[in-house]
């Protein structure tokens, strides 16, 4: 009987090369990846022949010329500076646009999310209204609308409204009094660091306390008392660490004080109403997503309904809420590029400059997405480091 | 013992029913909600009447330019602020709506929204329902851009190049055309990140991070800019269809991380049960696996439309004449200089009926496929 | 199995993006213009989109303007019909992208000539259509009358213009510091300033007083008599077709001319047997020169009838009767004291 061709089952050292899964996924990823790079290569070939062909040369050398262009606001800047630091003023302004819209987009959104679920049927619609009109319209409009229909409307420098605290509103800015630091300041800084340090340890001091031995442990008093007691002894000891600027009629505009231009009012308020509705909207979800029960439980315990909120509530849906108010933020930060078209000079919009003086288009555009590929990462890396915090107390 | 007698039936308190009742539970139930209600209700006293006047009572409701500026002049006259000018709106309707399509070949966007329309109302009545339908909404999408489109030297359908669509048509379009075409791209991305093969998974997370980590703009700028030079020498592709290719490649990336959430929610023994059928991995997806998680995502991706519909409007950026930017260009015209508020409140008005009613119907949607309900 | 047909696959792919890779290679044989317009059959031609008197669109979706008339009278010219031609609106940062790439075969759109842009982004120049200058428009109230008077004012100033460069260039020189506010769009610009939202708003002097005639109150602003720098306006196309140079040239210098005689789109047809000469070599006499370009030997004539010659197109658009009544002043004919002067047709 001649032996039985190998048939049967087999172990895998029997199967033909060509037929083993190990070398097809090898082979798959390999072929794969050559595909990925052919396409890359024809395409870098094509920029290359097609730039060669227009006689343009490629690198980033050009960031060291003189950008020629006058930028509206932002770190000190002038013209007769390379182009390289022309990018940084509108990356910083970027920043500074962006980190000033999410603080405020959370507290309005956070408290119309609130305001959404409120018994009062008056708020609740009131927010409700808000949350579908705001959402439901482009950003651009929104910014554009802000911007020309609002801002610019405001009376002349000459004929400010004032607004009680030497704040005065025009269309040239928002002039706002500015506290500037005295001779006194540096003496006075120790004491205040000092206030800040210590707040929160203290508060975690008084926390421990009350939950270890039951009585109140009134940690708000002993924090309060030191972030603003130390200061206040500073004061006394050191002297006046500031003076108030108030900002005053120059030439064409306000000198003096601190002046937020109504190309940047208009940005920030765009950027934060808009996104204040999508947070509103993420706040309510982790708000209802905190089960019925324990807001009937806390309620059983005597919490009356603030109490509720801020002890019982808040503090479970945080974790709901962190993810999506992650991403809510990135958004904003790349919303900012919008700020284009109300004149703002963000990093789009001096990148955009910078390629229309020099031609640069491959080089730009590779500075552009760096920058905001740089900034997503680092502050969803932050943000998430906080999100593990906030999920490791959880039970 | 005494006779029954009828207890009286006592009516509740007259403060917790009614009118009243309704008020003392929903306005003024705690002495802050009294501080509230009475805040906003200051605080709409403020702010309506005027801009209702400016809106309505003191505007003009003319379709030529003439009467706004008579009661400009008017209003100038006495002193007092003019009120809106609506004329804006009619006089430049058909700009708004198809911008610079041909006049005599206005029809065909017609035809095109009758089609659609038709196909929807089909849709609305269970009995149509069925592959036939569906087949005829998946062809309709190509037959609609070969009709605005048409054909060189037609007769019947003249050619109207892409530089010729604007306005409405125009945003609408570009949307269609972005989610349609990326949902190839996007369910491929969504299965490229879960792939078991590393070089694969890496590659698409890295595109798909990539896409999502820059502002859409950047990509419309590349498009505008780079794209030209990525293509070999001569080749001309227009502006809109880039603007479009920069539209799908954007919108895979978010479709890719919509279907994985799809994926994901798909539970293991679905996989297993599949194997034990003896289906092979092809076999699995396309016949257990993406039936199931696309139906679980028509939800986002609706969505998602929701928000590339509101998207286009930076395509005004690269200079297409979209709604919005056509609204710009309004706005050069001399007759009617100044306008702006009237024509960004109606640009943002048209936005808002056509998104809030898609979210209304996604909300339907959602409930009726109990997707989200566990 | 499957694996099979994804290898299978994937090495087609492979394949054919070699074989593109490969055929990719020599595409940058030298194009030319003309040919591919004729072929294509009409001509596109980039403008501007929003500057009243030069580019805009009707509420029609037309497009009227003192450059989009160039753009008629060159399709006149090829194709002996003006309208075979689709418009390209550009804004400033793009427009010499389109040429670039052949998504429009000419650049009518107030641009520049400047040696930069003729050297190194791959554009040539045609003759000027317009001799413009940078001014800068203040209000009355603001009781500004010299750009030395302007410390610390805020300007409002397109982006991706030499406009941007000038101002910066002129405030340095004089030691005067500013605050500049940059916009995307022309109307965004104008729309800051008259709310007033800068002291100063500076582009070319044409298009302040273009803008300024269509501003709520003209009478407010005014435009200092400094000029700032030259702006020469005209035609470009991309870099290195001589031909295509040749004839948007030479459409330009004909339509001058036909100013000079007197041959306007009404009387062009009692010109045809004319006595002068040059007159009868313009409108058809001369069959040598179109046919070297490429063109019909009843090219002017087209484009004379259909469009008007160069003092028509001013007039129609930027002439008394219009909104600007801009004075012809240096854009008028050599002859009567102008710089607008074209080489004979002979």
């Known amino acids: 009987m001649p032996p039985e061709p190998s048939r049967s089952p087999a172990g895998p050292a029997r199967v033909a090369w060509w037929r083993n899964e190990r070398v097809h996924r090898v082979l798959a990823q390999v072929v794969f990846l050559l595909a990925v790079i052919a396409v890359a290569g024809l395409l870098y070939a094509n ?137 006194a300041f540096s003496a006075w800084l120790p004491f205040a660091a000092a206030g800040l340090v210590l707040a929160p340890l203290l508060w975690r001091w008084r926390m421990r306390r009350q939950e270890l031995t039951g009585r109140p442990g009134r940690g708000l008093v002993w924090a309060g008392g030191a972030l603003l007691g130390l200061p206040a002894l500073g004061w006394l000891v050191a002297g006046q660490p500031f003076l108030v600027e108030l900002p005053e009629m120059g030439g064409f505009n306000y000198e003096g004080g601190l002046i937020l231009t109504p190309e940047f009012t208009a940005v920030l308020i765009g950027l934060t109403v808009y996104t204040a509705a999508f947070i509103a909207e993420v706040v ?14 806390a309620r059983a315990l005597g919490f009356h309904p603030g109490q509720t909120l801020r002890l019982v509530i808040l503090p479970q849906s945080v974790r709901v809420i962190i993810p999506p108010l992650i991403s809510q933020y990135l958004n904003l930060a790349k919303n900012s590029s919008l700020a284009v078209a109300a004149g703002f000079p963000d990093l789009f919009s001096v990148a955009q400059t910078i390629f229309n003086q020099t031609g640069r288009s491959v080089e730009v555009i590779g ?28 039970r | 013992m005494p006779p029954a007698v009828p207890a009286e039936i006592l009516l509740p308190p007259r403060t917790q029913i009614g009118p009243i009742g309704w008020l003392r539970a929903n306005l003024f139930s705690t002495w802050y909600n009294v501080l509230i209600t009475l805040l906003i209700l200051w605080l709409l006293a403020t702010v309506i009447p005027p801009m209702a006047r400016w809106m309505i009572f003191d505007a003009t409701w003319a379709t030529t330019h003439e009467p706004c500026a008579r009661a400009r002049e008017a209003a100038q006259a006495i002193g007092v602020r003019p009120g809106a000018c609506w004329a804006v709106i009619p006089a430049n309707f058909r700009l708004f709506m198809v911008g610079t399509y041909p006049v005599g070949q206005a029809h065909r966007i017609g035809a095109a929204l009758a089609l659609v329309v038709l196909l929807g109302t089909l849709t609305a009545f269970r009995r149509f329902r069925g592959r036939a339908l569906v087949a005829a909404w998946v062809l309709s999408f190509p037959a609609i851009l070969v009709l605005l489109h048409g054909f060189q030297g037609s007769a019947i359908l003249p050619l109207v190049e892409t530089t010729k669509w604007s306005g409405l048509t125009l945003t609408f379009l570009l949307a269609i055309v972005a989610i349609v075409a990326s949902f190839p791209l996007g369910v491929l991305l969504a299965l490229g990140r879960r792939s078991s093969l590393p070089v694969v998974r890496l590659l698409s997370t890295v595109y798909i991070e990539t896409v999502r980590g820059v502002p859409l703009i950047t990509i419309l700028f590349m498009s505008s800019v780079m794209f030209p030079l990525l293509m070999p020498g001569g080749l001309r592709v227009d502006k809109v269809v880039r603007a479009m290719l920069a539209l799908i490649l954007f919108s895979a990336a978010y479709l890719a991380e919509n279907v994985r959430g799809g994926l994901q929610a798909i539970p293991q023994g679905q996989y297993d049960a599949a194997r034990a059928l003896g289906l092979g991995n092809a076999l699995t997806m396309g016949l257990i696996i993406l039936p199931q998680a ?81 | 199995m499957r694996q099979r047909r994804l290898l299978r696959g994937l090495a087609t792919a492979l394949l054919a993006v070699v074989g593109l890779l490969a055929w990719s290679g020599p595409g940058e044989a030298q194009v ?43 399709a006149a010219a090829i194709f002996s019909d003006s309208g075979r031609l689709e418009f390209v609106p550009t804004t400033a940062k793009e427009r010499f992208t389109v040429l670039q790439t052949g998504e429009a075969d000419v650049l009518f759109r107030n641009t520049t000539w400047t040696i930069s842009r003729d050297t190194s982004v791959g554009l040539d ?40 460069l000038n101002l ?76 295509w140079g040749d004839v948007v040239k030479w459409l330009v210098y004909g339509l001058v001319i036909a100013e000079e005689f007197g ?57 008394p009767g219009t909104p600007f009544s801009l004075e012809r002043g240096v854009n008028d004919l050599w002859t009567k004291g102008g710089l607008i002067y074209a080489p004979p047709i002979r």
């Not at chain 1, 982790?286 to 019925?292: D, F, M, R």
Request: proline share 4%.
């Open chain 1, 47 to 183: 920029v290359r022949s097609q730039l060669r062909a227009r006689g343009l040369t490629t690198g980033y050398g050009f960031l060291y010329g003189q950008a020629g262009f006058p930028i509206g606001e932002g770190i000190e800047y002038h013209e007769g500076d390379p182009y390289w630091y022309a990018f940084l003023v509108g990356v910083v302004n970027t920043i500074r646009v962006s980190f000033f819209g999410i603080v405020l987009a959370t507290i309005l959104g956070t408290f119309t999310g609130i305001a959404r679920l409120s018994s009062n049927w008056l708020l609740s619609k009131l927010a409700g209204a808000y949350i579908e009109i705001i959402r439901n319209i482009p950003l651009l409009i929104q910014l554009v609308f802000w911007y020309f229909a609002v801002i610019l409307q405001l009376p002349g420098v000459k004929e400010s409204v004032v607004l009680p605290g030497s704040i005065f509103l025009s269309n040239r800015g928002t002039a706002l009094p500015l506290l500037a630091p005295t001779a």
């Open chain 3, 263 to 319: 041959i306007t789109s009404k009387n062009v047809d009692e010109h045809v047997n004319s006595k002068e000469p040059e007159i009868a070599r313009m409108l058809g006499g001369d069959k040598e020169a179109p046919k070297a370009m490429g063109l019909d030997p009843k090219w002017l004539y087209n484009a004379i009838k259909q469009v008007g010659n160069y003092g028509e197109i001013f007039a129609r658009h930027l002439g």
């Open chain 1, 284 to 297: 309510r979800a982790g708000i209802q997503a905190v089960h019925v029960g324990q807001k009937e439980a």
């Open chain 3, 125 to 164: 120049f045609g003759p000027t259509t317009f001799y413009d200058g940078q001014g800068m428009m203040v209000t009355k109230k603001s009781g500004i009358k010299k750009l030395e008077d302007m410390k610390n004012a805020s300007i409002c100033v397109q982006t991706g213009t030499t406009t941007e």
């Open chain 3, 168 to 243: 910066a260039d002129q405030f340095r020189k004089r030691g005067v510091p500013y605050k500049a506010v940059v916009f995307e769009d022309a109307d965004a610009t104008a729309g800051a300033y008259e709310q007033g939202r800068c002291d100063g708003f500076t582009t070319d002097i044409s298009g302040l007083i273009s803008r300024k005639s269509i501003m709520k109150d003209p009478g407010a602003h005014v435009i200092l008599p400094q000029v700032m720098s030259k702006e020469p306006l005209g035609p470009a196309w991309a870099h290195g077709d001589n031909n």
């Open chain 3, 32 to 74: 030319n213009i003309l040919d591919k317009v004729k072929k294509r059959g009409k001509l596109i031609c980039a403008v501007n989109a929003k500057l009243p008197g030069f580019g805009y669109l009707t509420p029609q979706g037309r497009y009227e303007g003192f450059d989009v008339d160039f753009c008629r009278a060159l």
């Open chain 2, 294 to 374: 696309l139906r679980a995502v028509i939800p986002p991706i609706v969505g998602q439309f929701i928000g590339l519909f509101k998207d286009t409007s930076l395509v005004a950026v690269i200079g297409l004449l979209d709604l919005f930017a056509i609204g710009q260009s309004i706005l050069s015209n001399p007759n009617w200089l100044g306008l702006r508020t009237e024509v960004y409140i109606f640009v943002a008005l048209v936005y808002w009926v056509f998104s809030y009613s898609m979210s209304m119907a996604s909300r339907r949607l959602e409930r009726r496929l109990g997707v989200g309900v566990r």
């Open chain 1, 367 to 394: 500075l552009v997405m760096g920058s905001y590929l740089a900034m997503s990462l680092f502050t969803s890396l932050v943000l998430n480091l906080y999100n593990r915090r906030v999920r490791l107390v959880e």
